[in-house]
């Protein structure tokens, strides 16, 4: 396959927000307490990703400080419409969407978010659910066409999705999402994630910012905040091939694995492999569904080429 240069980024809407560098954002960390060890962070990373102790102090604890401003700020709204209403009600779970292309770094994000926001004693009740489990069983999709598109918006039980989301901030006491194994590219028949009441549910997955012309709802109506994880193209792909690589050597040699033909496959053809399902299926899906969303979040976390984020963009109110 003959080398093609990764397409150039749209720019971002400047105008609508406050833009910070790395030093300028560190800067709003207070004295929000560091409150993850060396250890911690090494578990929460994905396979080819990196996440430093500096990451975590000069980006996500001042990220948890606002959420958590965020979260009391949404608690006392609730406690005023409930005085309205001359009733009091268990607040509903405080809900965080988080999108990006595949191989951006979206998982570790939520991972390692979730563990801060975990420690803070206002919210320590925090679920991570991801929109893998509400893709259409392999076997549907097989029998649509849509195997190809995975992913893709029309892969996903919308109708499940929305259905979970809406009893979520219905309050429910109990709310269960299917659960997804990566090793078999497959839905695992007959396991939920229950969730009882948490504080806060961060929602992660490609288009989970997407706004369909004449959908009366969408996922992102459930949420009270948004974040985007932003890279240029060309990083994005090289990252999908590297994690590609990886994957070959510690989960396609498992039997179980979807992807268990490719394990023996020389180099140079399993780098040519991952460059083309990136450019027949993720890059399009990135281009056509996913980067077009980035102007919906009320945050934007843009990566440098070694994984580190380099600038914060937060929507002016």
Not at 230 to 242: L, P, R
């Amino acid at each position: 396959m003959d080398a093609v240069p990764p397409p150039e980024d749209p720019p971002l809407a400047e105008p609508a927000y406050r833009v910070f560098d790395r030093a300028a954002w560190a800067g709003l960390r207070a004295s929000t307490p560091l409150s993850l060890t060396r250890a911690d962070i090494t578990a929460l990373k994905g396979l080819n990703e990196t996440v430093s102790l500096a990451d975590v102090q000069e980006i996500y604890l001042p990220l948890s400080r606002l959420l958590n401003l965020q979260v009391r700020a949404a608690r006392r709204l609730a406690m005023a419409q409930d005085a309205f209403l001359g009733h009091q009600a268990a607040p509903p779970p405080y809900v965080i969407g988080i999108a990006g292309s595949v191989a951006v770094g979206k998982s570790t994000l939520a991972r390692v978010l979730r563990a801060i926001l975990a420690r803070w004693p206002d919210h320590p009740r925090v679920e991570l659910v991801t929109t893998d489990g509400f893709l259409h069983p392999t076997k549907v999709l097989e029998e649509r066409g849509l195997m190809r598109r995975k992913g893709f918006p029309e892969s996903y039980d919308l109708k499940r999705m929305l259905g979970f989301l809406n009893a979520l901030k219905a309050g429910e006491p109990e709310v269960a999402a299917p659960v997804y194994s990566h090793l078999k590219y497959d839905i695992i028949p007959g396991e939920m994630q229950v969730l009882r009441r948490p504080d806060i549910v961060i929602f992660e997955g490609l288009n989970v910012l997407q706004h369909a012309a004449g959908a009366p709802v969408v996922a992102s109506d459930y949420f009270d905040f948004s974040v985007y994880l932003d890279a240029a193209i060309g990083e994005i792909e090289a990252w999908y091939i590297e994690r590609f690589l990886l994957l070959q050597k510690i989960a396609f040699p498992n039997p179980d694995s979807y992807f268990h033909h490719y394990r023996d496959l020389p180099l140079d053809e399993a780098k040519e492999v991952a460059r083309g399902i990136w450019r027949s299926i993720n890059l399009p899906n990135l281009q056509q569904n996913i980067q077009p969303t980035r102007h919906r979040a009320r945050l934007v976390l843009r990566k440098g080429r070694d994984h580190a984020i380099e600038q914060v963009w937060l929507r002016r109110m």
